[in-house]
């Protein structure tokens, strides 16, 4: 099958949303971080293959093939320092096989070199579509909106007590500390979490 009709879904930003809500409320035991590997392997029955190469070779840390089986780079894997980074990977590999898993199924690709010559021979504006629907999902999927509000407050107070903000007037410094104080909570980066607080729209919480 031609991948002229690899078509990433219309999905507004409020759909992938209630997608990753829906997913979350049906696996998630309530704790922080989100246990994303044990989700995969036991509620869902797919545990991660590591690979040799995936990284190096095709600059991916996890995949989603065709025959709804993912895989991830070996040194990766076994790297505990990279444990947050590849829960995200992971969470986005999710997303795909939440979201797009209708459309993967048509397209035989059980190897990384297949994956290749399919998805990066499309459009790219095609391409970009189908992995931001997937990091839109992953992403709201690992930080719970009302959780975060609850932790970015804590932060905030746990800054204006440092004195930090006595000179940034937050600025880039004092929403960086809370970032990465947040981002640590969550097992995700502090951009992730700057990106969460623009979707979720929380960026008054600085101006209070």
């Known amino acids: 099958m031609s991948n002229f009709y690899l078509k990433p879904p219309k999905l507004t930003l409020g759909e992938i949303h209630d997608r990753a809500d829906e997913f979350r409320s049906e696996y998630w035991d309530g704790k922080v971080p989100v246990d994303i590997e044990t989700i995969m392997e036991f509620d869902l029955e797919l545990p991660p293959r590591p690979i040799h190469g995936l990284r190096e070779e095709h600059d991916v840390d996890a995949?989603?093939?065709g025959n709804g089986e993912i895989i991830v780079d070996y040194k990766l894997y076994m790297e505990k320092k990279?444990?947050?980074r590849l829960r995200v990977s992971f969470a986005h590999?999710?997303?795909?096989?939440v979201l797009h898993r209708s459309i993967i199924e048509n397209f035989k690709f059980d190897t990384p070199d297949e994956w290749i010559e399919i998805f990066?021979?499309?459009?790219?504006?095609?391409?970009?579509?189908?992995?931001s629907q997937a990091f839109e999902f992953a992403c709201r999927l690992l930080v719970p909106p009302d959780v975060l509000e609850k932790k970015l407050k804590a932060a905030k107070t746990k800054v204006i007590k440092t004195g930090l903000i006595d000179w940034d007037e937050w600025g880039w410094?004092?929403?960086d500390s809370i970032a990465v104080d947040v981002g640590g909570y969550f097992g995700v980066s502090?951009?992730?979490?700057?990106?969460?607080?623009?979707?979720?729209?929380?960026?008054?919480?600085?101006?209070?």
């Open 63 to 65: 995949l989603l093939l």
């Open 82 to 84: 990279m444990a947050n």
């Open 93 to 97: 590999e999710i997303g795909h096989y």
């Open 120 to 131: 990066h021979n499309l459009p790219s504006d095609k391409f970009q579509i189908f992995e």
């Open 173 to 175: 410094c004092a929403k």
């Open 190 to 208: 502090d951009s992730v979490i700057n990106i969460r607080i623009e979707r979720e729209k929380l960026e008054g919480l600085f101006r209070e």
